[in-house]
């Protein structure tokens, strides 16, 4: 079991940026490799982006340049840059141990004129 509080629902229009956070119980995450996923509608869910817990980074193609992924190992805090924001990447956002089993309910972000 692990603790995962995540970000309220969002709502920004293009090309707005939004910063997402989430923080993980302690003793796991000083050791895990943290990942943030999306669910846009109709589609499934992606890996958007990962940290190690060396701060090694791992992005997809579709959001390099526009998103940061980083860590504050000491507050146990994940966090998703994203900028210049447009419609397609409406989605859920997902908090999670890139090897974990658990998802939470994750975080609405609509992307909207």
């Known amino acids: 079991h692990v603790r995962i509080l995540e970000s309220r629902a969002r709502s920004v229009q293009p090309p707005e940026s939004l910063r997402l956070s989430c923080v993980v119980s302690?003793?796991?995450?000083?050791?895990?490799?943290m990942a943030w996923y999306r669910r846009a509608p109709g589609k499934d869910r992606e890996l958007v982006a990962s940290?190690?817990?060396?701060?090694?980074?791992n992005y997809t193609d579709t959001v390099k340049g526009r998103i940061n992924i980083s860590r504050d190992n000491a507050r146990t805090t994940l966090r998703h840059q994203m900028n210049s924001l447009n419609r397609e990447e409406t989605a859920v956002y997902y908090c999670k141990l890139l090897k974990g089993n658990r998802w939470g309910e994750g975080t609405s972000v609509a992307v909207s004129s």
């Open positions: 302690a003793t796991i995450f000083k050791l895990a490799t």
């Open positions: 940290i190690t817990k060396e701060r090694t980074t």
